[in-house]
């Protein structure tokens, strides 16, 4: 079982930045695959980044690629995304989510049905 909980968002301006963090609980932080996903009003949740168990991998939606970046800390069970260039579109709630990568340390998720584990969502405001 793990439970997970993001923290960091927040309302910025346009131009600015966030840096949103997911901290997970349980031993086995390690083996799970991690993404970040989000969902504006109205809208279905969709794929923001993803990276590997080990973190050698990441994937990303082309409406974030070079302004978002995905990380994680294995030792300090956190996952992060740094975001940067912040534009009103990005307004949403933000959602880290894991699922377990059964030892392929290379293992990248991008849809939603396939992850296990849910936080409870950080709302990100980028005001105009």
């Known amino acids: 079982q793990v439970q997970l909980v993001e923290s960091g968002g927040g309302l910025v301006q346009a131009g600015g930045s966030l840096r949103l963090s997911c901290a997970a609980s349980?031993?086995?932080?390690?083996?799970?695959?991690m993404a970040w996903f989000r969902q504006a009003p109205g809208k279905e949740r969709e794929f923001v980044a993803a990276?590997?168990?080990?973190?050698?991998?990441?994937v990303y939606a082309n409406s974030v690629k070079g302004r978002f970046t995905i990380s994680r800390d294995n030792a300090k069970n956190t996952v992060y995304l740094q975001m940067n260039s912040l534009q009103p579109e990005d307004t949403a709630v933000y959602f880290c989510?894991?699922?377990?990568?059964?030892?392929?340390?290379?293992?990248?998720?991008?849809?939603?049905?396939?992850?296990?584990?849910w936080g409870q969502g950080t709302q990100v405001t980028v005001s105009p």
């Open positions: 990276i590997s168990s080990s973190g050698s991998r990441a």
């Open positions: 349980g031993r086995t932080f390690s083996s799970h695959a």
């Open positions: 989510a894991a699922v377990d990568a059964r030892g392929n340390t290379r293992l990248i998720v991008t849809t939603t049905w396939e992850y296990s584990y």
